[in-house]
């Protein structure tokens, strides 16, 4: 995010805490959108989604905290959406970092979290993105769920309905073939879904599937529309604290 929408952001967000109490995390479920820790992300021109390790670690270390605490209960994907309750980490496109750095760092808290892979990206050989063989590994690990995220990482929206099926039916079956799990969830490439794209989601069993939509998922959203909470690599500890607290949750109005 530019620098002076950041500002603006930030004034928004500590008027919105003023004006209303924190979002509890009874009865809502925080989604945190990452993408990569530390690598640089094809088209992120305003530099959102390449979190500097030390702010990374930052983060999960206070969220590690918050748990210890008792104050915050950290699940996978799909006991937050089956409670509907607490926060639950996810990240974008299979960077080889959520490997190689963001893994070791959750699971020495042991955090679950879900990362949600288009085959493509892999299939291509760009060396950001996770390896078959990184990807057998981070599957195999504690409290780690692997999604689907589209084949190629199009928007599924601007396809027409054979291949918007094969996209579908084919990031999950390739990715069952690798890890040897079922696939039963996703998350939209560019977040972009409507009514037809959920319609296909539906009918092929996916039992949850995340958009990017910026909010907090409640039992009035559909589970297979989950709105999360994106994070983004110049958010400060207050910043990251004030999204957790829900105070940038007027966000939701202005995203897809
Ligand atoms: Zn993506």
Redo the contacts with the bound molecule.
């Keep these: 995010m530019n620098t002076y929408k950041a500002v603006v952001g930030d004034c928004i967000s500590a008027l919105s805490r003023a004006v209303k109490p924190a979002t509890s995390l009874v009865n809502n479920c925080r989604i945190l959108m990452y993408h990569a820790v530390g690598t640089e992300v094809p088209g992120d021109i305003q530099k959102l989604y390449n979190m500097p390790v030390k702010i990374f670690r930052q983060q999960i270390e206070q969220l590690a905290y918050f748990q210890r605490s008792g104050s915050l209960c950290i699940y996978d994907l799909t006991v937050g959406v089956e409670t509907s309750s607490g926060l639950v980490i996810t990240f ?2 299979g960077y080889l970092d959520n490997f190689t750095v963001a893994a070791p760092i959750l699971i020495k808290y042991e955090l679950p979290f879900t990362v949600f892979v ?1 085959p493509k990206l892999i299939l291509d050989g760009d060396t950001r993105y996770l390896s078959i063989a990184a990807l057998k590994e981070l599957a195999a690990l504690p409290g780690v769920t692997i999604g689907g ?1 589209g084949y190629s ?1 199009r928007r599924l929206t601007e396809l027409d309905d054979q291949v918007l099926k094969n996209e579908l039916l084919d990031s999950r079956s390739w990715l069952e073939d690798i890890i040897d799990k079922p696939v039963l969830t996703m998350s939209y ?2 977040g972009a879904v409507d009514e037809r794209v959920l319609g296909f989601v539906t009918d092929l069993g996916f039992t949850t599937a995340a958009s990017s939509k910026f909010g907090v998922f409640n039992r009035e959203h559909s589970r297979l529309s989950l709105p999360r909470t994106d994070i983004w690599a110049r958010d400060t500890l207050k910043r990251f604290n004030s999204k957790l607290g829900g105070a940038w949750d007027w966000m939701t109005y202005f995203s897809q």
Excluded: I, Q, R, V
């Design positions: 974008d496109d288009a995220h990482h490439p560019h």
